[in-house]
Every structure is written in C-alpha cells, then in structure tokens.
Nanobody, 123 residues
Framework: QVQLVESGGGLVQAGGSLRLSCAAS????????MGWYRQAPGKQRELVEA???????NYADSVKGRFTISRNNAKNIVFLQMHSLKPEDTTIYYC?????????????????WGQGTQVTVSS
C-alpha cells in the first residue's frame, strides 16, 4: 500500500507559526488529492485543507487566511503552513492521500492516513 509519514508538529505560542510536512511512499502509481485533517478528543475528524493534483484547494472556514497548503508532486510531499495559530488549533493533525498504487500486476486504488502529529498552541 502507500504509507504517509508526517512531521513538523510541536508546541508554539499563540500567534506563532508551524509547518507540517507529509511524505507519501510505496509503490505509488498516482497521487490525486492530498490533505490535512484534525481531530480533537471526542470530536469527529474534520478537514483542515486539501489540495488536488491540479492544485485546487478546499479548506475549513476556521483556517481561512491563516493556513496554506502546498505540494511537491515530484516528491509526493504535502505541506501545511500554519500562521497566526490559536489555542483552539491544538489537536492531532492527520495527513491523507488517495490515488493508485502498483499491486502485483494490477493498479489498485488507495486512501491512506498518516499516524498523526500533535500541534499544541499555548495561550
């Protein structure tokens, strides 16, 4: 299958910035959408921002003007640049990607999740 590895989380003061990275690896044939989601304890996982292979983006209203997603298609990496962080942004952030991969002699679809990276914003 396809594995996603996130990095870049950590502790930052309110108003600060962090940059998350997520690299996809495996027998990748294609990568369509890549995105970032977050999930607070006791709540459903929600979309933060996603980007298609054609660079169309979709984002949550709560991060508009503060977060920017980008991707390096050659390296199958997606980034989330976060500015003006708020305490309510504190939670675990998960990377997601979908596309196709080489499975034996066939091309098969995948939808993979990373293990999550903690972002903590102190007030």
């Amino acid at each position: 299958q396809v594995q996603l590895v996130e990095s870049g989380g950590g502790l930052v003061q309110a108003g600060g910035s962090l940059r998350l990275s997520c690299a996809a690896s495996g027998r990748i044939f294609s990568v369509n959408a890549m995105g970032w989601y977050r999930q607070a304890p006791g709540k459903q996982r929600e979309l933060v921002e996603a980007i298609t292979s054609g660079d169309s983006t979709n984002y949550a209203d709560s991060v508009k003007g503060r977060f920017t997603i980008s991707r390096n298609n050659a390296k199958n990496i997606v980034f989330l640049q976060m500015h003006s962080l708020k305490p309510e942004d504190t939670t675990i952030y998960y990377c997601n990607a979908d596309g196709t991969y080489i499975s034996g002699s066939v091309i098969a679809p995948y939808n993979s999740w990373g293990q999550g990276t903690q972002v903590t914003v102190s007030s």
